[in-house]
């Protein structure tokens, strides 16, 4: 299990553009959006077929997003061992 929190940093005046193209990442989930000043908040989570690194990647590659920093990293193998045990 991965699960990473991310700041982004959206421009202004694409932002509609930034969430939906956020929203077709696989392992993404936006918890907060401030419009005015292009932030995001949101986590990655690794899943069957893509990983918190691939997600993390196609955030940067969005254009209309300026920054995103990873702000949380949590990961713990062992859980999904027993999970999948």
Known sequence: MN????????????FPEALAAL?????VEIH????????????????????????LLKVH???CISDAALVYQY???NLMKEMTA
């Open 61 to 63: 590659l969005i254009d």
């Open 23 to 27: 929203r077709n990442i696989a392992g």
């Open 75 to 77: 990961s713990d193998e």
């Open 3 to 14: 699960i990473t929190g991310v700041l982004v940093r959206a421009l202004p005046a694409r």
């Open 32 to 55: 907060a959006a401030e419009e005015d000043g292009g932030r995001i908040v949101l986590t990655l989570e690794d899943g069957a077929g893509y990983s918190v690194e691939d997600s």
